[in-house]
């Protein structure tokens, strides 16, 4: 692990540049996500972006789509930055600047000399003075509110950075029960103070990482007790993730109730609600609507794209109760025996070999594999035949959502 720099050292000091990127390089990096054929950290790594940001620029051309076909052909309506009204008001603004003392300052001037032409409490703002007097707004900022730490802080700060270089998933809370320990008395909130100041966080996930989208409903639990005696009376969605040699990849499936066949499934380098809306299109274009269609929590088969779908057929949307893992117990006991008898064995090593595997897999587990609790036939036959499956899901933990 590379050692963070301490507070107040040269190395922090330094200001870091913030990485831009052009319209045409997200767009790239973007379409190359789209395609699937790598994972985001492999092309984070190939590109020296973060994978989250490979992901929004996905989402981003994803949802954007399809609004380059809904208005309509003809000129584009003038924008208003473009309005009379606004450019002679620019260009009012711009001749009180030259009009005024600018064109007395030099800008040959070194940036030090220049930063004192700033005027706080000036007619113009601070953000314009900057951009004439060309000079960084966070330098103005920074050199007005100094801060200077005494000799006990900076010490503390050596010690922050041995105790977090050598233990980084300890938070304020440790580090002060460590100091203590070691005969140092100190505050946690200076603790606190220091380290957001140098920038350290414990690995740890962060709070609230499981809290529902407010603008997605929850729906109850519509299986509880019901006898599934014939296909597509009931279907279940789920996503697990694949682990690879370089990364993960998600993966979503809809199994029937009755027979356990997939139905359709899908991959995706990223988790978003796009691959589970695509699964769930291509089951109903390959099979019946299901009366019952059930799921987890998951915000993407809570969102309205997802929902708007299910309703739109007809059917009966079923929510998991928070966690009631045997509420989906079928399509889960399909991702254990997916990765125990599959994946697991195989260890793909990139998104490629995982692609040309995934027809492979779901095809022998409903055409070849037989099912003890199904007389040994095959899911396939079962759906096709209408005989041999069924299944009751009973709450052992009695009623709730």
């Given at each position: ?105 030099n800008r040959d001037h070194p940036a030090m000399s220049r930063q004192g032409w ?284």
């Open positions: 692990m590379t050692k963070p720099p301490a507070w107040g050292s040269e190395e922090m000091s330094e200001k870091r540049k913030r990485n831009t990127y052009n319209a045409e390089f997200k767009a790239k990096v973007g379409r190359e996500a789209i395609h699937g054929v790598k994972t985001v950290n492999e092309m984070g790594q190939a590109y020296g972006v973060h994978p989250v940001q490979v992901s929004k620029w996905k989402k981003a051309i994803v949802e954007q789509a399809g609004t380059r076909f809904e208005g309509k052909r003809g000129p584009k309506p003038a924008a208003e930055q473009d309005s009379p009204d606004r450019l002679y008001s620019e260009m009012g603004r711009l001749k009180m600047e030259l009009d005024g003392d600018w064109l007395k300052k700033i005027e706080a409490e000036g007619a113009r703002s601070i953000v314009r003075q900057c951009e004439r007097a060309e000079v960084a707004r966070a330098t103005v900022y920074a050199h007005r509110h100094p801060s200077q730490e005494n000799a006990t802080a900076l010490l503390l700060c050596r010690l922050l950075d041995e105790i977090y270089t050598r233990r980084p998933l300890y938070g304020s809370r440790r580090i002060v029960a460590e100091r203590r320990a070691q005969g140092h008395e100190v505050n946690r909130k200076c603790v606190q103070r220091l380290m957001r100041r140098m920038g350290l966080a414990a690995i740890a996930p962060g709070p609230h990482t499981r809290r529902p989208h407010p603008q997605h409903k929850v729906y109850p639990y519509r299986l509880r007790g019901i006898q599934v005696i014939r296909p597509n009376q009931g279907c279940s969605t789920d996503i697990t993730y694949v682990r690879l040699a370089r990364g993960f990849c998600d993966r979503v499936a809809i199994i029937d109730g009755y027979s356990r066949k997939v139905l359709s499934e899908r991959l995706s380098n990223t988790i978003d609600a796009s691959f589970c809306l695509d699964c769930l299109e291509e089951a109903l274009r390959l099979n019946r609507p299901p009366e019952v269609f059930n799921s987890d929590q998951g915000a993407q088969n809570t969102a309205e794209p997802f929902t708007s779908v299910l309703k739109r057929e007809g059917m009966t949307i079923s929510i998991d109760g928070r966690g009631r893992a045997f509420h989906n117990i079928f399509v889960e006991r399909l991702w254990r025996t997916v990765k125990h008898e599959d994946t697991d064995l195989k260890g793909d090593a990139d998104l490629r070999e995982v692609t040309l595997g995934l027809l492979e897999d779901f095809s022998f587990y409903n055409e070849e594999r037989p099912h003890q609790a199904q007389a040994d036939e095959t899911p396939a036959t079962v759906y096709r035949t209408r005989q041999g499956g069924g299944a009751l899901i009973v709450d052992k933990y009695g009623p709730g959502r």
